[in-house]
């Protein structure tokens, strides 16, 4: 079966190329979050992943960098984009702690989510520049980092620390993988010591609240660390949690949560309400980040979420699109049960707040369902084109919002 088929994936489609829970770690991951599976396998033969395999492929890699070279457009803009972002300087000097503290007092994650980003975007230098200053500043952060962070601590905001930036640097620590000075031994140790406990407990427990007080991009950013951690890791039972959560998952990160309501043949196309669109648009448009983050990760990995369940995410990210376009969409009440008590709470209106604000999460649905699907994909390429070419961290503001997706999508999708 052609894996760019737009039918190749659906409910019910293949099993991920490593085999469902093949290991008993992973079998017990599973049930610990309600999904099922048969004893035989636990039995199943390691995993092999591709590396690099999470939001860029050799592929990806190799395309940017003939096009930069060509000075092709938009790939050229999308350099140019890079290079003149402050946090790509290859004399970045990276700023590590023992404890990141995310919400209540003392908090200073902004030192880790700049570190972050600048080690990212000095790893997309190297790679599509070549530059060998900006390959060893990006692995100075790594090292830096994982010789020093121990604990992530706060209110329930660490959890989000714990995803966001779980997913991000294991894909900085991906892109360095094999780089001479590159600890990775050590900065594996780190992602399993402090992020992935915070991001299984969080699916596990939700803080000890009703497992739907969480937004969606709760469950989202943590499952996302937990699948990049599995692919960085070579580790099979990981990376199948965070697929098993997508598909089966009790909270608002699972897909048919994250998207509750369908609509179909909207103006010729089909819709998907998304689970915080009653909310503000600031923290829908980092929905579409989130899981576009784990639905790319798993593509490079041979698993097709994106068209999961009738390509629902897609349905969603066009309406999310179209709303932030300025047109109308349709709304249904969406209620849910809250604090540790399940009290129940309701949305009737769409929320207006932050509409049309523009973040670097486009390139990556458009390039995905418009060019390597070859679906109309309508609403998202025209967000996509309108917020072209794509920056990153540092780009879109000083406050954490800018910085919950890497960017740089028109560099590194375009096709």
Not at 188 to 198: A, E
Not at 263 to 289: A, F, I, K
Not at 329 to 347: D, F, L
Request: aromatic residues 12%; neutral net charge; hydrophobic residues 35%.
């Amino acid at each position: 079966m052609s894996r760019t088929s737009p039918h190749a994936h659906h409910e019910g489609g293949r099993v991920s190329r490593r085999g469902l829970l093949k290991t008993a770690g992973g079998l017990t991951a599973a049930l610990a979050l309600g999904a099922t599976a048969t004893a035989t396998t636990a039995d199943a033969a390691p995993a092999t992943f591709t590396h690099p395999g999470m939001l860029h492929n050799a592929g990806d890699i190799n395309r940017a960098k003939v096009r930069v070279a060509a000075g092709d457009d938009p790939w050229a803009s999308g350099w140019r984009r890079l290079t003149a972002n402050s946090h790509s300087v290859s004399t970045w000097t990276p700023r590590p702690t023992a404890t990141i503290i995310r919400g209540g007092t003392g908090e200073n994650y902004p030192q880790l989510y700049n570190d972050i980003h600048a080690a990212y975007q000095n790893a997309l230098r190297w790679h599509v520049g070549g530059t060998a200053a900006n390959a060893d500043c990006a692995v100075r952060i790594l090292n830096a980092w994982s010789a020093t962070l121990t604990s992530i601590t706060g209110n329930a905001d660490r959890y989000l620390a714990a995803g966001l930036y779980g997913w991000q640097f294991a894909n900085v620590a991906e892109l360095m993988r094999g780089y001479a000075g590159f600890d990775l031994g050590r900065f594996k140790t780190m992602m399993l010591n402090v992020f992935y406990p915070l991001n299984d407990r969080f699916l596990r427990e939700h803080n000890d609240a009703c497992i739907t007080n969480y937004w969606a991009n709760w469950d989202l950013c943590n499952m996302a660390s937990i699948m990049a951690i599995g692919i960085l890791c070579d580790d099979g039972a990981k990376y199948d949690q965070a697929v098993t959560y997508f598909k089966s998952g009790g909270g608002n990160g699972q897909i048919q949560r994250a998207v509750p309501f369908l609509y179909s043949g909207v103006e010729g196309y089909d819709l998907g309400q998304w689970q915080e669109s009653g909310r503000d648009q600031g923290h829908t448009v980092m929905g579409m980040g989130q899981m576009g983050a784990l639905c790319e990760m798993a593509w490079n990995q041979g698993d097709d979420l994106y068209s999961y369940d009738g390509r629902r995410f897609m349905k969603a990210a066009q309406y999310v699109a179209k709303y932030n376009l300025n047109m109308n969409v349709p709304y249904t009440t969406y209620t849910w049960g809250s604090g540790q008590n399940c009290s129940q709470q309701s949305q009737t209106v769409i929320g207006s707040g932050s509409r049309g604000q523009v973040r670097p999460v486009w390139a990556m649905l458009h390039y995905h369902y418009g060019r390597r699907l070859l679906l109309d994909d309508k609403y998202i390429a025209q967000m996509c084109f309108s917020v072209a070419p794509e920056g990153g961290g540092g780009d879109y503001g000083t406050t954490s919002g800018g910085f919950d997706q890497l960017g740089f999508g028109t560099l590194m999708y375009a096709k």
